[in-house]
């Protein structure tokens, strides 16, 4: 994740820096991001090489380590497979 966020940092053009400024300083002092976090940044990671056949609930597995409170749900909806306890 972090090295999606600083590749996202380097380019140019981009809108959301402190978003993804805010991701990167929690990511290396927390190690954790929010749902949110996690959310407003799934656009770009589903269109990058190793993610762009997966779908939603596949990519949220994968860095559901990283979400504050994540646990695997049972439903396809990103929505309510977030689980938090």
Excluded: A, W
Excluded at 53 to 80: A, M, P, Q
């Amino acid at each position: 994740m972090l090295r999606f966020i600083r590749y996202y940092l380097s380019k140019r053009d981009i809108k959301m820096k402190d978003l993804l400024k805010n991701l990167e300083k929690s990511l290396v002092t927390k190690g954790k991001i929010t749902r949110k976090q996690i959310e407003s940044i799934l656009k770009f990671i589903e269109r990058e090489r190793p993610f762009k056949n997966k779908d939603r609930d596949e990519i949220i597995n994968y860095f559901g380590h990283l979400v504050v409170g994540y646990s695997e749900g049972k439903s396809n909806d990103f929505t309510t497979t977030i689980q938090f306890e």
